[in-house]
């Protein structure tokens, strides 16, 4: 018997997702380990920096007052006291016509208020003497304390993905630990009497798993740790044994394949051995009309399509926010920007489509095509996609010169709404 499925927007299928997010834990990880991870609480000053006030030259420091009137014709001479590099101070007082030879970085010596470029200097005296060629003014040529960041400033905010400017900070500020939220172990089981396993020889109707490796991929780039459960026949029971181990080995579980309504497509009736709350199992999109979620004492089954072009997407736009919303992001959704296509899409489409594209830059506009065979068993176009186009459905094709909605893959701010009104 064939059941009939009433399609769910898009956007109505987000939400009934998101109903389960919730935020994760936080753990300390070296901070060797940190990049990559979603920062666990806000990273503030505990101090300024600079921490003092510092010079950014080589040069000489010096009381801008008895520089007055110096100039490469008329040099004014000066008494070197002392040299410091940075890393080292000179707590000894500067008298008036005194200097201190000084390097970058280091702390500007009590009683000095400039500092004199070398290049502005000549040394005389076997170092003893300078002649200052130019004058300068009150506060010249100092990196006054906190100029960079003023202590009790949130510099970072709790939930950032962790890029190397960041680990910076972290180390400026002695993280030797970072606080980052637990990565969610997401469980992967594959499903299709048709799968070998990718190093098995080619055999007539049999096909290579690759969704179980793509979706290792894509958690990963979510942020969460995949873990590989095997790949099965579509056997019912056995199918249910292993969803039902899963459920107590992971946080989140997902399934490719056997969620449309053929012969052999055992996943509905998993869910409802298991006694599972169904939150949809068919949306008004393409590909991945067939995507079904449901929800078993809190925790997620995401019973995601075997067409590879489905499997991704479905594992975009549901699964991705899931694993960031545990991150504290705020940003959980694909970033969604506008973009000019140059390609046609004729064919008129009843339902949202999500296409796999590439951008481009034409001159200051953004730009984006088809990566290449837009079917949703293609894997090929899979390859080069860096977004996904957003086409609304109607009863008109898109075209070259349309302003679209795009979704960036690889970026790690994220949107906070997933937005476009489908
Ligand atoms: P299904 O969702 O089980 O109806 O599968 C839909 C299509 O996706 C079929 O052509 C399958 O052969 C293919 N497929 C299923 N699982 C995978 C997989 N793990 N890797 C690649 N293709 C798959
Ligand atoms: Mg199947």
Redesign the pocket.
Known sequence: MVESRTPILVNEAIQRVMHYAAAGKVEYVPIEAAHGRFLGEALIADHDVPLFDRSPYDGYAVKAEDTKGASAETPVELEVVAEIGAGHVYDGAVASMQAVRIMTGAEIPVGCDAVIMLEETESTNQNKTVLVKKQCGPRENITPQGEDTKEGTVLVQQGTHITPGIIALLATFGYVRVPVTVRPKVGII???T??LEINEALAPGK??????Y?LLAQIERAGGTPVMLG?FE?DFELCYQKVKQALTEVDIVLT?????V?D??YMPAIYEKLGANVLFNKIAMRPGS?TTVAALEGQLLFG?????G??FVGFELFVRPIIRANFFVSGVHLRRMKAVLTCDFEKPNPFYRFVRGQLNNQGEKLTVTNSGLDK??A?SSLAMADALIVLPGGDQGYHCGDVVDVLLLHDQRGSIEFGGGN
Request: some cysteine; overall charge negative.
């Open positions: 594959s499903t299709g048709e799968l096909i290579r798993n690759s969704n179980a793509m790949q579509d490719t394949g056997g969620v449309s053929g052999y497509d067939v995601l399509s075997g067409n590879p489905a499997c949703t068993s894997v």
